[in-house]
C-alpha cells in the first residue's frame, strides 16, 4: 500500500497491481 | 495545411485585448494557477511512536472495526494477519468469522485478508506496511480461484483492500 | 480514401483497448463520500478533467465525475442562488440527485471490457456525451468490477494518428466528407453573460461555444473545462460575469484553439492530432470568418463509417 501525506482531510492511497502484462497505479482519494 | 493557432485565442492576446477595452475585470481576475505539487508517496504509515505502542493502536483500531486476527507468535510480535468480513452492502467487519453460517451461499468470497507488519526504518521512525493477502469465504468453501489462468489470477480489484486501509488509516489517524 | 479508411478499421478492429493502455499508468479514482470541491482540486492537480468514482458501500463503480457534472452545480447554484455553500458542502454522491433536481440528463453509464476490439469501443463511446468510456473488468475470484481504465475520443484519435501509417491516403478536402457541423452553428459575443453561454452548453449538449465578433469572425471559444476554472475561483457567484471576463480565468499554457479551412483534409487534421493536444477544429474562411466545427467525435464517426 502507498499513501501520501493527509492534507485538506483527505486520505490518498494507491497500489500499483498487475493487469495482465500492464501495471496500473490504482490511486483512491478519500475524505478523512 | 492551414491548420493554424487563432491568436486572439491566446490567454496573453485575450487579456491585451480585454484591458484595451478598458474592462475593469481585466486586471482584476488572474488566470488559475494550478500547481503540479508531484504527490510524495511512502510505502505504508509511518509512525515516530514507541513500537509496542504502535502495535497496541493498530489492535485498538481493528478491534473498533470489527476485524479479527491470528494469534501472533512469539517469534513474530510485529506482523498481523487480519482477516475482515467485506459484503457488497458495507463493508464491515465480520464478528463471526468463525460461525459456519451455512445460509449464505456466498460463492464469492467475502473475507479479505491483509498482513499489517512493523518495519524498523531507523532509530525512531517505524513504517506500518499494509499487504493484500487474498480472499477467503465464510462459508469455509475453498476459493476456485486454483484454475484460473496466471491473467485471470491478476485481474483483482484493488479497491476493496484500497477502502479498506483508508477506513485503518481514519480510525488510527482519529484515535491517534 | 476508403484505402485509408479500410486500413484504419482493420486497425481497429485488429487491437483492442487493452493494447491502448500504455505499460505502465495511473488511474485516478474517487470515493463517492469526496466532496466536490476536494475533487475539483484533484482534478485540476492532476491534470484531468474526469475521474472514476467508487461507492464503497455498494463495492461498485458510480459512473464518471465529467465536467458535465460541474456544468450541473453552477446551473444549480444559479437558479438556488442562496445555496452558495452547495459546493463546499456536496459530496460527489450527491451529484446523481442534483442532475434530478435540475432535469440533467443522468450520468453515462456506458462501459466496455478492455479486451474487446477497439473498433466496439468506438462505436459505444459515441453514444456517450462525455466523449469517454471507462473499460471495466471483472475480479475473476471476487466478481468485483475493476475499472481497468478511461478511453476517451482524444486518445483514441492520437492512437491511431501515431499508428496508422495510411491516415496520409485521407486526401479528400473536408468540405467533401459533410462531417462539418455548419447549420445553426450556436455562437456567442465577448459580452455574453457566462451563464447563458453555459446553459447553451447544456442544451444543446455542446462541449464548446465559439465566440464571434459582430461580422461572425471567430475571436475565441469557450469550452465545457473552463467551468472547472470558473468554480476553482469561485467567481461563478458572479451572475453578471461576460464570458469575456470568465476567459481571464483560463491558465497561461493553454494553448490556443485550432481552426482550419473546408479544404484541409483529414490526413492535415490526424497530423495535427498527432503533434498537439487539440479537442476540436474550427472551420473558417480566409477572414477567420466562422464557418462550421469540426468535433473530434465528426472526425471519429466518419472514421468508424464515413465514406
Known sequence: ?32 | STISILPTSLPQIHRANMLAQGLPAASKISSLVTKKSKTKWHFGIRSRSYPLDVMGEIYIALKNLGAEWARPSEQDLWTIRVRWKYNMNTPDFDQNANSNNSNTTTTIPDLMKMVIQLFQIEANNYLVDFKFDGWESSTGKPINNLNMSEDEMCTFSAYPFLHLSTRLIMELAVNS | QNVGLAAIRRMLGSKTSYDMLPVSFKLVVFDTTLSVKRALNLLLQHNIVSAPLWDAKTSKFAGLLTTGDFINIIKYYFSNPDRLEIVDTMTLGGLEELERTIGAPSMDTISIHPSKPLFDACLKMLESRSGRIPLIDQDEGTNREIVVSVLTQYRILKFIALNCRETHLLQIPISELGIISTDNIHSCQMTTPVIDVIDCLTQEKLSSIPIVDENGVLINVYEAVDVLGLIKGGIYNDLSLSVGETLLRRSENFEGVCTCTPNDKLSNIMNTVRRASVHRFFVVDDNYKLLGVLSLSDILKYLLLGG
Open chain 1, 1 to 32: 500500500l502507498a499513501t501520501s501525506s493527509i492534507k485538506h482531510n483527505t486520505l490518498c492511497v494507491a497500489s500499483i497491481v498487475r493487469y495482465k502484462s500492464k501495471y496500473v497505479t490504482q490511486i483512491l482519494y478519500a475524505p478523512l
